[in-house]
């Protein structure tokens, strides 16, 4: 019995998937202890200042441009002793050297960082002016932007690192390392929040676990190096085309759709008072919060899936796919409605000095990202025939967001940023993405969707409905 124990200890502990689960829910619950803290303790203007430095964290990650997965496919390919595949014909042009390959990789990652710095450096400073400038003491805000910069400039040197991990199956290690360093960060920033730290005290104290997590994952990667017997090789030009044509379309896929919504972060506190930005930003941080929750149940679901076909079992596929977008829409209805009836109160409670948008906002912003999550998951399942559209559909959602925003935001002001995700996502990804999916699945498009999307729409669309007509006179909704 207690070797069946041991063995299930064993089992838990290197699953990949289950330490993956364990450092979400570590972040969750950090974050639902860090942010009361920040929102109760500092100022409307610090907290706006606090949230785009989040904002700006976030979007640097797509810096990376996508070469984290493409170089961490060709570590794996490497190791079972694929070719190169030739950037234009596919055809292997000889066997892949792993040396050569990481080494490649580390070329690239010190250029990369230092590009993304310049970048992140001018675009965030320029965002950041407007804000800071409100604070009580504007100086400690820029030093706590250079403490975010550093940061984000270590985040993304330990990319490299963990696309290595990754590409060498050392997923569970890696994550129990993350789980670790991450409940050490969010417990330690709460306690300096709650102690009465500045800005600067927070990013520092948040700042420098960055450090830890990158000097750890160096340490697991030279482990794996020795092991390998692996000795330091020169950038590799043939493995940079076999990579560049991966690596650019998932660039252009995340800068058009988390890129562009994470920087409507940024662009909001140069249109809106401090108070009502804030208020935007504390919501989009929640629903993106939702969104990442919701895309467990499906995103699991994509190996099985992607097994399934391999063996010609569409039934399989349809029925991983049907379940797992039900459960996902369904966890992300329920993520809008606590949006916009629970957390509302919750701040009213607990006397935070941000409040939430208005009801009517936080709906329609709830149900835009419910038709992105939507097209997002039919978007996977077109991708299991190994034909990617995904940075041609995200590339032209984004343009159509763009000239919808500025368009509407002299008639509707703030709302004009879900409108014009609704608008974008609700043209490509929504007919043209799911209507190839279904098609791929072989089924009725009406019934596949009435059993995983429609339902949970509908409550979104009425709960939209309800805070608009209540904003009607004589309707009477709202006495």
Known sequence: MALNLRRRVAKVWNSPTLMTWLGLAIRLGGLALLLPLVLTRLSVSEVLVWQMFSSITTMSMWLDFGFSPTFSRMIAFARGGGGVPEARTGQEQGRLDLARVIGTQKFIYHWLVFAALVIIIGVGTLSLMRPIAGLADPTSGWIAWALTAASIMLSLLNISNTSILIGFEQIAAMRRYESLIAALQLASTSLVVFLGGNLIAITACYSVWALVALTVNILLVRRIERGEDLTHQPFDRHVFKSVWPAAWRSGIGILFSTGIIQGSGLVMPQLASAADAAAFLLALRLITIGSQLSQ????????????????????????????????????????????????????????????????????????????????????????????????????????????????????????????????????????????????????????????????????????????????????????
């Open 296 to 479: 467990a149940p499906f995103y699991t679901k994509l190996p099985a899936m992607a097994k399934a076909r391999a063996a010609g079992n569409h039934a399989e596929v349809e029925m991983l796919a049907m379940r797992g977008m039900r459960l996902a829409l369904w966890t992300m209805a329920l993520g809008v409605i606590g949006l916009v009836v629970i957390v509302p109160e919750v701040l009213t409670l607990i006397g935070s000095k941000v409040r939430m948008p208005p009801p009517e906002l936080s709906a329609l912003l709830g149900l835009a990202f419910f038709a992105e999550r939507y097209g997002s998951m039919h978007m996977q399942i077109y991708t299991l025939t190994n034909h990617v559209i995904w940075h041609i559909v995200n590339g032209a959602t984004g343009v159509i967001m763009i000239i919808a925003f500025v368009i509407l935001w002299p008639l509707v002001g703030a709302l004009a940023m879900p409108l014009a995700m609704l608008i974008g996502y609700g043209g490509l990804p929504l007919w043209y993405v799911s209507a190839k999916s279904v098609h791929v699945l072989g089924v009725s498009r009406l019934a596949f969707d009435w059993r995983t999307a429609i339902p949970q729409a509908m409550i979104i669309i009425g709960l939209c409905a309800y805070f608009w007509l209540r904003q009607l006179p004589g309707i009477g909704l709202g006495s």
